[in-house]
């Protein structure tokens, strides 16, 4: 490989690692910054998980075709797409004027978002030797860790010293910069001949997630009557089993049913769902707790998130031995379980407790939770083949984003439910209500270590650890 083709492609990693950075920033930074947007827009704080939710769950419903508009279109161009889909979504957030239409723009920023790192990594899949793309893989996991753990720090920092509305602002120099350096460094790969595109089992999949989610979302962000929440919860319902029956059916479906015949990947599928539906709300509570009932400025809650990064990335090392040693269903058994009484722990938080003991429960909280996801990330994937390991990557990817949207929504929900027992008047009512929730949302993450004991002991040796830590979903 000559000088000139390996500094090419030193280029093109760096433009993939910023167009991750970009997305696990802003995946992060609007927490800290949710409770000066309800203020601006005359909203309770306590009801602002639908600017998360939209984001996420515009993200699970593009990705399952993030790899069919690839091929047909071109690498390069839907690179620029996603990026000025982001860019366009972001703008759009920093005028947006209520939070309707703060809302919408957050799923045109989705749009783009769920697109960078899918048709990034599939651009450094095509350039890279094959025996040197984890190393490049590697590379572009890196900003997928230091996004979080700048993101609450950064969102309140832009609060205090600017508006909420510099969350977004900032993005857009990145985003014209990454536009011109895509179409200069990353190769226009000739677009491949692609199958059909499953378009009816698209639609019974997105529409399925949507109306679950705002189901959930449903019963306290939207406001919307028990009868219509009944309603989108049984036609999202009929619309996933019906994805499933058509599916059965086809021959080239976007997921085909018969991956849940490895028990690997479908225990880890049902846990990683159920486990982040509890613990994925953790990144939205902690901050508007306390900003709202603790007093704490949004710079210091930001910074107050620090702890989790940290602990997050410095876990990673001693997940894989004890997996090696324990075997999967020991650890994820466990470490679920502590998850789950980690998140509870914080039913005890109180204003005269001193700060260093808020920061123990959150440094236990990232670590446990880190362990949590190389876990099940690992043995979901460690048993695909070469002709599954696609496919179900892609599935993994979009059942974790499908998790996190669920789980802010059912947070909020329960959030809302305990402000309407406990009353939310003044901060030690608010309080409550935020204890009571912790507890819900930590026992939802307990009751589903039962999935991962339905493990084998024998499942034990990490076999495609590399691949899922650098996929870069946590």
């Not at 069919?68 to 889909?85: E, K, M, N, P």
């Not at 509890?278 to 603790?294: E, I, N, Y």
């Not at 362990?371 to 599954?388: E, H, I, P, Y």
């Not at 059942?399 to 949207?405: G, R």
């Amino acid at each position: 490989m000559t000088q000139a083709e390996e500094k090419s492609l030193r280029k093109l990693l760096w433009l993939v690692a910023v167009g991750f950075f970009m997305q696990t920033l802003d995946a992060t930074i609007v927490n800290t910054a949710l409770p000066a947007m309800a203020r601006s827009f005359g909203e309770s704080p306590l009801r602002m998980q639908s600017v998360v939710v939209a984001y996420s769950l515009t993200m699970a419903m593009v990705i399952p075709a993030s790899g069919w508009i690839a091929d047909r279109f071109g690498t390069r161009r839907i690179y620029v797409w996603a990026i000025s889909l982001f860019v366009a979504g972001s703008i759009a957030c920093a005028l947006s004027q209520s939070l309707t239409q703060l809302v919408a723009a957050r799923v045109l920023q989705g749009l783009g978002g769920a697109l960078l790192l899918p048709v990034g990594r599939l651009a450094v899949l095509r350039a890279f030797p094959r025996e040197r793309f984890l190393q490049a893989m590697s590379f572009i996991a890196i900003p997928g860790l230091v996004g979080p753990l700048i993101g609450p720090t950064l969102g309140g920092w832009l609060v205090e010293v600017a508006t909420w509305h510099w969350v977004f602002l900032i993005n857009i120099p990145v985003g014209v910069v990454g536009c011109l350096a895509t179409v200069f460094y990353m190769q226009d790969n000739p677009r491949l001949t692609t199958p059909r595109f499953d378009l009816p089992g698209y639609l019974y999949l997105a529409f399925g997630m949507v109306a679950v989610s705002l189901a959930v979302d449903g019963l306290s962000g939207l406001g919307l009557k028990q009868a219509i929440v009944l309603v989108l919860l049984v036609f999202g319902m009929a619309s996933l089993t019906a994805y499933w029956l058509h599916a059965a059916t086809r021959p080239d479906p976007l997921f085909s049913p018969h991956l849940f015949s490895i028990p690997t990947l479908s225990i880890g599928l049902l846990g990683n769902l159920f486990s982040r539906l509890g613990s994925s709300c953790m990144p939205f509570l902690v901050p508007l707790l306390l900003q709202v009932s603790l007093d704490y400025s949004p710079f210091r809650a930001g910074l107050m998130m620090v702890p989790v990064a940290l602990a997050s990335m410095l876990v990673k090392r001693v997940t894989t031995p004890l997996i090696t040693r324990y075997g999967y269903r020991k650890v994820l058994v466990v470490n679920t379980s502590l998850v789950g009484l980690t998140m509870a722990s914080f039913a005890f938080i109180a204003p005269a407790q001193p700060v260093w003991l808020h920061i123990l429960q959150l440094v236990v909280f990232g670590a446990v939770n880190s362990m949590q996801f190389t876990a099940m990330n690992t043995v979901t994937l460690r048993d695909l083949d070469g002709s599954m390991a696609s496919s179900g990557n892609s599935l993994l990817s979009m059942v974790q984003m499908l998790a996190m949207s669920m789980g802010v929504a059912a947070a909020g929900a329960v959030l809302a439910a305990f402000s309407g027992f406990f009353g939310s008047g003044d901060a030690a009512q608010t309080l409550h209500s935020f204890q009571a929730t912790f507890a819900c949302m930590g026992l939802i993450t307990l009751a589903s270590a039962s999935i991962f004991w339905q493990l084998s002991p024998a499942v034990r040796v990490v076999k495609k650890a590399e691949a899922s830590e650098v996929s870069g979903h946590g």
